[in-house]
């Protein structure tokens, strides 16, 4: 495994943007992410690099 997202929570306030966001991407695979505008796709790839706070859950990367 490379990355590993297990239940990711996101607010912005009163907002909920992710509620329990999960997913799994293995050596070699490609993966995307696909979303209504405003949907928080930018906001995942931000925490994944920690440039973004999230609310719950953890990120694994290389693990």
């Known amino acids: ?3 590993k997202a297990q239940n990711i929570i996101t607010k912005f ?3 909920i943007v992710h509620d329990g966001v999960s997913f799994e991407i293995k050596k070699n695979e490609i993966f995307g992410i696909l979303g209504s505008s405003g949907s928080g796709k930018s906001v995942l790839l931000k925490q994944m690099l ?3 706070h999230f609310d719950g859950g953890e990120y694994e990367i290389l693990g």
């Open 1 to 3: 495994m490379v990355i």
């Open 13 to 15: 306030g009163e907002k």
């Open 50 to 52: 920690m440039l973004e």
